[in-house]
């Protein structure tokens, strides 16, 4: 895997790189002078980490006299070392500026700071591997583009949980249904002690076939939301459903969503509020 060098102007997209080669694994260190990338590549061969992505930019103007020296050293010993430069038009990045507000690290005129800083940075785009201007990259094209530069697979894990809503539904959740228009167990005297992670008592959730055409809805619903999740970059995407005591048809419609959705990797985190006795 490469040691990655990340650099380029402000308001490009760092920040998105950087997040998008942390989330594949990669051991991340921001604004580090070039002087100090040969101890980072000691330090993380010694602790036996293989991805790596440091970034060097305006912030270190200070210390950038040392550029060509100690890329050179880093380069004899790594045969795998890239560096990453981004750029984008002036225009556009006084969008980005106006936007988030920011100051800009030169903090004077924007205008006059984005020449400075290509000037300033010139010979990190000279001893770049690759350039990408990303005047008409959105966040997630940019992310995409990273993850084939570097071949990464970008893993993705659709994130289900049951709930009550008698309990409060969960505040971390990014989608939350509601399934108590189902047939309730509750008042089967013998089904009322189980969950929904019991046979019969699924058979009774989705018994009838208006059940069945509500839950077909649910899943084509969660399937789309959830590959629209990971169309956008996203890696993980969490689905809560609730019924009115997190014992019954909420446990029984995760379950089956778990089985339906294996190719989203879909995974139950928890069942919050369900309850049963190991005996039953």
């Known amino acids: 895997m490469p040691f990655v060098i990340v650099s380029g102007l402000s308001g490009s ?19 580090l002078p070039p002087e100090l990338w040969g101890a980072m590549h000691d330090l993380v061969r010694a602790r036996g980490l293989t991805r790596v992505a440091v970034s060097t930019d305006a912030r270190t103007r200070d210390f950038l006299a040392s550029l060509e020296s100690s890329y050179g050293r880093l380069s004899r010993r790594r045969e795998d070392l890239h560096v990453l430069f981004l750029e984008a038009a002036a225009e556009v990045l006084l969008q980005r500026y106006n936007l988030s507000r920011r100051e800009h690290p030169l903090g004077e005129n924007l205008m006059l700071d984005f020449s400075r800083e290509r000037e300033l940075l010139a010979p990190l785009r000279a001893i770049a591997d690759t350039v990408i201007d990303t005047t008409k990259l959105s966040a ?4 995409r583009r990273v993850m084939e530069l570097y071949r990464l697979e970008q893993d993705f894990a659709l ?14 959740a990014d989608l939350v249904l ?15 002690p189980r969950s929904g992670r019991r046979p019969e008592v699924a058979a009774y959730v989705f018994g009838d076939p208006a059940g069945e055409d509500f839950y077909g ?28 005591g997190g014992q019954h048809r909420s446990v029984a419609v995760t379950e089956r969503l778990r089985g339906d959705l294996g190719d989203l990797h879909a995974e139950i ?11 039953l």
Do not use: Q, W
């Open 159 to 172: 994130r289900l949980l049951s709930f009550g809503f008698k309990h409060a539904p969960p505040r971390d």
């Open 269 to 279: 985190t928890e069942h919050r509020d369900m309850h049963e006795p190991e005996e």
């Open 217 to 244: 809805e649910i899943r084509a619903f969660v399937r789309s939301a959830a590959e629209r999740a990971r169309a956008s970059g996203r890696r993980g995407y969490t689905v809560a459903v609730g019924c009115t």
């Open 178 to 192: 509601d399934v108590r228009t189902l047939p309730n167990p509750y008042y089967d005297p013998e089904l009322r």
């Open 13 to 31: 997209g760092k920040s998105t790189v950087l997040r998008t080669l942390e989330d594949a694994g990669f051991f991340i260190t921001d604004n």
């Open 140 to 143: 997630p094209e940019l992310s």
